[in-house]
């Protein structure tokens, strides 16, 4: 530094600018240079041919990337934990589970009509007669709203059904169906100290040696927090545990999250069933018209996906 002041010492960024042979507008940058080094801590990098929008550009990326790490720290309190099942945790898996099978009445009634071509085209021949037999306009008007009406009656009358059926079923005694035989387990996930999401597995005892994932629900509040990523690899960490050569699953879900996470748990689609009949269900002629859902089957092979095994919690 005294040498680029010409042996005056440098006193707080300031340089004596009438008897410096340097312009006044490159000691300028110097002293800006000088005070970031010295806010760093080094002179040596001063010393470096840098004009001022090259420090200014360095400064933004230095906040961003403490911005970017203070982030990342706030997310870092927000682990997901993935345990067994405890009895205490049952009154909020009934509710995230209640919850879950619930928003499946919309996805049938609603977003899961442009999947069904052949739904569609009853209810063309529908408005069609109606139309012939009728001839008024206002019919016509009236029939998409009460398709839409007897797609949402039917299909939320399904999903009741079946969910009595489960909570009278495993859902009703997960103790004893999930965690009595060491070939099925039922995990929960904790985030914050809470349980916010749940998945089980279970035995196929099938030659070739199978397990079943299940119960996959996430509480909607704590979606895209990686809840369903763990509990998913949770299963799969089982499976190698107890040897199981692969892993398989079924899903009347029309959204697109949920096949994008078990694509992303390294899934695979092998089939889809049309008019999937839903336990429960009383499948009356009204109910076969008006409530119909697709059955994706996902398979993965442990032994081909390099999956590791962890201490099960």
Known sequence: MERLAQGKPHTKGRVDQKNSPVPERALEDICWILHFSEGLGGIDMALRPRNKFKMEEITRKTEAQKQDNGRKEQKGFQVVVVREFELADKAEIHRIFSEGMMERVVDAAFRGL???PESLLLYTALTVVCF??????????????????????YSRRAILDYLEQAMSGDMGDMEGFYMKSPASCLWVAVLEGKVVGLVAAVDQKQPGGAVTLQRMSVDWRRRRCGVGVALGRKVLEFAVTHGYSRVALGTTAYSPAVHKLYLRLGF???GVTIENVTPG???????????????HQYILDVQNNGITSNKQN
């Open 281 to 295: 269900a009383n499948w009356s002629v009204l109910e076969q018209i008006f409530y119909r859902v697709r059955q």
């Open 132 to 153: 012939v037999s009728t001839m008024c306009w206002w019919v016509i008007g009236l029939l998409p709203a009460l398709v839409l009406c007897g797609r949402y009656f």
């Open 114 to 116: 442009r999947y069904h």
């Open 268 to 270: 695979r689609c092998v």
